[in-house]
């Protein structure tokens, strides 16, 4: 069975239970250790973070920020180098136990926890937040509840939300797991008190074929 058959058996059985969140601690599971299983698990930082970071020369001293949905903790880690105090977590404590494994003297605090029922004490309580491939992994039903979730991390006067997804524009087809989202699920984030700055549509060429990205910024004043 292919790693791509493994991780659709998985998705399928859960879902049949009526449990579209549980597949992702039965995939890190199965993985037994080997990162290839796992489709999103590149053992890097997502190239779309790095390269707005660079772009936009953030730094992170001095200020909190929360990885949504860790996976192996590439991004977390890529957020704490820049100086960031970062809170990373994940619904599958397999994956969390997996990130510490590989970064055991980092400095983020990795947890397990899960988006539809976050810590209290995370509401408003980031200056940075980094939302890439969650919510697209979720099943329409729970997309909302999700968005406004994500949403509720964000800090009052000036705290920032990155988000980054597969996109499709209105007229194309939602296709299968993992959901590009549209237009209108990416603004989806101002109902919940947040202003977009700024907005990218474009080609992710390193992948064959090339698939449309979204990214974009959000604040909250």
């Not at 700055?197 to 990205?213: A, Q, V, W, Y």
Request: proline share 5%; aromatic share 10%; with cysteine.
């Amino acid at each position: 069975m292919s790693h791509d058959d493994h991780v659709q058996k998985i998705i399928e059985s859960h879902y049949q239970r009526n449990d579209p969140v549980g597949w992702f601690e039965a995939l890190y599971s199965s993985a037994q250790g080997n990162s290839d299983v796992i489709p999103w698990a590149d053992e890097k930082a997502n190239p779309h973070l790095v390269a707005w970071l660079d772009r936009e020369r953030v730094s992170g001293e001095g200020r909190r920020a929360i990885v949504v949905g860790c996976g192996l903790g590439d991004d977390a880690e890529e957020l704490a180098r820049r100086g960031f105090d970062v809170t990373a977590f994940d619904v599958s404590q397999t994956a969390i136990d997996w990130c510490k494994r590989r970064s055991p003297s980092s400095r983020v605090r990795y947890t397990q926890a899960d988006l539809l029922n976050p810590p209290r004490e995370w509401t408003n309580a980031f200056d940075f937040v980094f939302e890439a491939y969650t919510i697209q992994a979720l099943p329409r039903s729970l997309r909302a509840e999700a968005t406004k979730r994500v949403a509720s991390f964000v800090a009052p006067r000036g705290g920032q939300l990155l988000v980054v997804c597969r996109g499709r524009e209105e007229d194309e087809s939602e296709g299968t797991l993992p959901y590009p989202l549209s237009h209108a699920d990416v603004a989806a984030f101002e109902s919940h008190g947040l202003t977009r700055l700024s907005f990218e549509n474009f080609f992710d060429h390193d992948r064959d074929p090339p698939i449309r990205r979204f990214r974009a910024l959000f604040q909250r004043d």
